[in-house]
């Protein structure tokens, strides 16, 4: 959460508007999306339904998107810290879990929104690897079902030598070397 929020806060201000390797979505709407994810953790978290429809990305991120995103990651945080929250189980796409093995594997979003966000908006998309070798494992394992759902692109081909950060990327539909 800390490298999203960096490259979030480095956003130029006239840069929000600019498109991002998601097909049709622009820096806002990546911002907003992330933001809107963790809302979702804390209303999991909480046990509370979830909304029936995904919100307008932009209106999540708001006239400030790193002010969205501060408020919205302390509610989450609170939530989580909450007697039983870590423990609850939930029922995702992909199988039942407890809210504590779901953020577990969290990160995985995190770090391809954050390059996507610092790709949309000229910033290094140097990603942290202690959390991307991690993150390729899960990957390995989500992408394939995240293809099916079509909530992930088709895996982009990388060299036999590509790092771990290519990888990751490839396998959610990044072109690392674009």
Known sequence: MDGFEAVLAAVPADRWLSPSPCAGWAA???????????????????????????????VVAGTDPVMSWRAVRARMMAELERPGALERRIRLAFGEMTV???VERYPLELLVHTWDLARATGQAAALDAD???????AA????????EMGKVGPEVAVAGDADDQSRLLALFGRDPAA
Do not use: K, N, Y
């Open 140 to 147: 390995r394992q989500m992408g394939p079902r995240g293809r």
């Open 100 to 102: 504590c093995e779901w």
């Open 131 to 137: 959390l991307v070798g991690p993150a390729l494992e």
């Open 28 to 58: 806002v709407d990546v911002a907003g999306h992330v933001i809107a994810g963790l809302s979702v953790i804390e209303l999991r978290a909480a046990g509370r339904p979830l909304p029936q429809d995904d919100p307008d990305w932009r």
